[in-house]
């Protein structure tokens, strides 16, 4: 059974940094790509940022290009989220998914397998 734990959320004020880490289990890491998905209230759920299996390709959102680096170390299962010059738009719970796809670097949440629970990360202004 896949089990994906975030954490390193939190409350930053805009222009701080966060990393956020996600520690995968019940998988065979290196056969997954990796995403980071937010959702805001009232809104759905996106993607942020995804990694390749490797995690020689990435992908990233306009919004977040220049300021959120994607990075996994398939020896101890985990994924991260670098986040930097963080604006209150940036406001959401982030979730850290798996994915199966023989897509590189999937974009849609219908292409992912497993999710974490979620772990807030809060920006003010």
């Known amino acids: 059974q896949v089990q994906l734990v975030e954490s390193g959320g939190g409350l930053v004020q805009a222009g701080g940094s966060l990393r956020l880490s996600c520690a995968a289990s019940?998988?065979?890491?290196?056969?997954?790509?990796m995403g980071w998905f937010r959702q805001a209230p009232g809104k759905e759920r996106d993607i942020v940022a995804a990694?390749?299996?490797?995690?020689?390709?990435?992908y990233y959102v306009n919004s977040v290009k220049g300021r959120f680096t994607i990075s996994r170390h398939n020896a101890k299962n985990t994924v991260y989220l670098q986040m930097n010059s963080l604006k209150p738009e940036d406001t959401a719970v982030y979730y850290c998914?798996?994915?199966?796809?023989?897509?590189?670097?999937?974009?849609?949440?219908?292409?992912?397998?497993?999710w974490g629970q979620g772990t807030q990360v809060t920006v003010s202004s």
């Open positions: 990694i390749s299996r490797g995690g020689a390709t990435t």
């Open positions: 019940g998988l065979t890491f290196s056969s997954y790509a």
């Open positions: 998914a798996a994915s199966g796809s023989q897509v590189a670097v999937p974009t849609t949440p219908a292409t992912y397998n497993g």
